[in-house]
């Protein structure tokens, strides 16, 4: 009776570890779903969240980008200096 049966086929109730992005604190979620997920998810709570936006506005994190063929054409033409 204590024993709980999950019934979707599709989707079998299990649970994975994952570690918070920001304090690495470990955070148990079920895979089933977004009930079983932390409110902060991905991170352990509002302040991690919080903190991991910041980085983005200051600008810690960056993605890296390749520079567009027009502006190197503009570069070596001399366009750029004038």
Same mark, same amino acid.
């Given at each position: 009776?204590?024993?709980?049966?999950?019934?979707?086929?599709?989707?079998?109730?299990?649970?994975?570890?994952?570690?918070?992005?920001? /304090? +690495?604190?470990?955070?148990?979620?079920?895979?089933?779903? $977004?009930?079983? #997920?932390?409110?902060?998810? *991905?991170?352990?709570?509002?302040? /991690? +969240?919080?903190?991991?936006?910041?980085?983005?506005?200051? $600008?810690?994190? #960056?993605?890296?980008?390749? *520079?567009?063929?027009?502006?190197?054409?503009?570069?070596?033409?001399?366009?750029?200096?004038?």
């Amino acid at each position: 009776m204590g024993q709980q049966q999950h019934t979707d086929v599709g989707h079998p109730l299990t649970e994975a570890r994952i570690a918070c992005p920001t /304090c +690495k604190r470990l955070l148990r979620v079920r895979t089933a779903g $977004a009930a079983g #997920r932390p409110r902060f998810f *991905p991170f352990c709570s509002e302040r /991690c +969240k919080l903190v991991d936006l910041n980085a983005w506005l200051d $600008a810690d994190y #960056r993605i890296p980008a390749r *520079p567009d063929e027009e502006s190197e054409d503009a570069m070596s033409s001399g366009e750029a200096s004038s």
